[in-house]
């Protein structure tokens, strides 16, 4: 029963959806100094052990570390607790070795920037970001999305389907347009149109990665909060990261429950972190997840990740999209019969969804687009086991 509602349900981002965050004229930009003592080996276990039956409590194990840093020497045997524990989870990752690097040399790469320079460095990304997305050629890009289900919030994925979607961007008609090309593996018909959306397939999909994406992460109408937060290494790059939140009056993000005349509609806020190239000053990644949904509206929750990287086009580099990830929290009225009391019962039960999508050969536009799935998914190498 459950399995029939995840192939039928259909869920949309729209407009960019995917990051939209934009710099406020008196955006807050803090500088966090760890206030505690430096987390022990012993303290940071007992944290990530609470994650297999709370993994909520991530983002608050994360400030953690970014507040107070670690003072010991980031083993094997502890990296093979914490990805055990947390699902591999890359920014909890991440984040830890970014605290152990600082530990190592507190001054270096990784020291914290100054509030002169965390406003610095937002203004340029921002003055950077928008004049960038102004100058992006006509192209086409292969985009993967394999997408996967799973029983309330437990993430034991499993996989439903693939997707091969051709995705052509033109200013000159109006931003990006989207072709379904294969599901499965098996090509679907001649008769596939261009359109704004791919939504025929059903399922959960989402829009608006490209331009759009890279002009509302700085339009100034949404009135995002920014706070630096911390530093990364990000693909060897040195990057800034801040904290923002958007209110839900701006429409942030809208989101649509359904098909045709029975769909529905809603906005939401956002609450996320942006990562900044502390020396070319673009935006490298972006996650957020969305806030302030309306009651009742059965998406509960879309949390979206998303990477940049340069990319050649023309034998000019671009900065795009190379990997999304869009998770869909759902809950939806169950009926079954109880035999206990002799009737039936109605109960909400809570199932998500996820699209990981990978962005692939990057063309001007005009150019074919082949179906080719092998290789495109490769996983992060495991982390080794203690």
């Not at 098996?186 to 999909?205: F, H, K």
Request: with cysteine; net charge neutral; aromatic share 10%.
């Amino acid at each position: 029963m459950l399995q029939r509602i995840f192939t039928s349900a259909f869920f949309q981002t729209l407009s960019g959806a995917l990051l939209f965050v934009a710099l406020s004229v008196n955006c807050a930009v803090a500088q966090t100094m760890p206030q505690q003592k430096p987390l022990t080996s012993q303290e940071l276990v007992r944290l990530v052990y609470q994650l297999p039956s709370q993994p909520q409590k991530r983002d608050e194990i994360i400030e953690e570390i970014r507040r107070r840093g670690i003072d010991f020497e980031l083993t094997t045997g502890i990296r093979g607790v914490v990805a055990t524990k947390s699902g591999n989870d890359p920014l909890l990752r991440r984040t830890l070795e970014e605290a152990a690097r600082r530990r190592v040399n507190p001054s270096g790469a990784t020291a914290r920037p100054t509030d002169a320079e965390a406003l610095d460095v937002l203004e340029r990304a921002r003055k950077a970001t928008l004049a960038a997305a102004g100058g992006l050629p006509d192209f086409v890009v292969r985009q993967l999305v394999r997408r996967s289900s799973a029983q309330g919030e437990t993430h034991n994925w499993k996989q439903q389907d693939q997707l091969v979607v051709a995705t052509s961007y033109r200013e000159s008609t109006g931003g990006e347009q989207y072709k379904l090309l294969a599901v499965n593996g098996l090509p679907t018909s001649e008769g596939a149109r261009e359109g704004d959306a791919y939504n025929q397939v059903g399922g959960s999909t989402s829009t608006g990665e490209f331009a759009s994406m890279l002009l509302k992460l700085f339009k100034p109408e949404f009135e995002a909060d920014f706070q630096a937060a911390d530093t990364d290494t990000l693909r060897g790059r040195r990057t800034l990261i801040y904290n923002f939140t958007v209110k839900k009056e701006k429409n942030f993000n809208y989101v649509i429950y359904g098909r045709g005349e029975g769909s529905r509609t809603t906005t939401s806020g956002a609450r996320g972190r942006v990562w900044i190239d502390r020396e070319l000053f673009r935006v490298l990644r972006v996650e957020y997840v969305t806030t302030e949904h309306d009651s009742g509206f059965p998406i509960r929750q879309v949390a979206n990740e998303v990477d940049l990287d340069w990319v050649t086009i023309n034998e000019k580099k671009y900065l795009l999209p190379v990997a999304a990830e869009v998770v869909f929290t759902t809950a939806e009225p169950f009926t079954y019969y109880d035999p206990r009391v002799e009737r039936n019962v109605t109960e909400m039960r809570t199932y998500q969804t996820r699209n990981e999508i990978r962005f692939r050969n990057y063309q001007r536009f005009g150019s074919e687009v082949k179906i080719i799935e092998e290789g495109d998914f490769e996983d992060e190498p495991p982390a080794k086991k203690p």
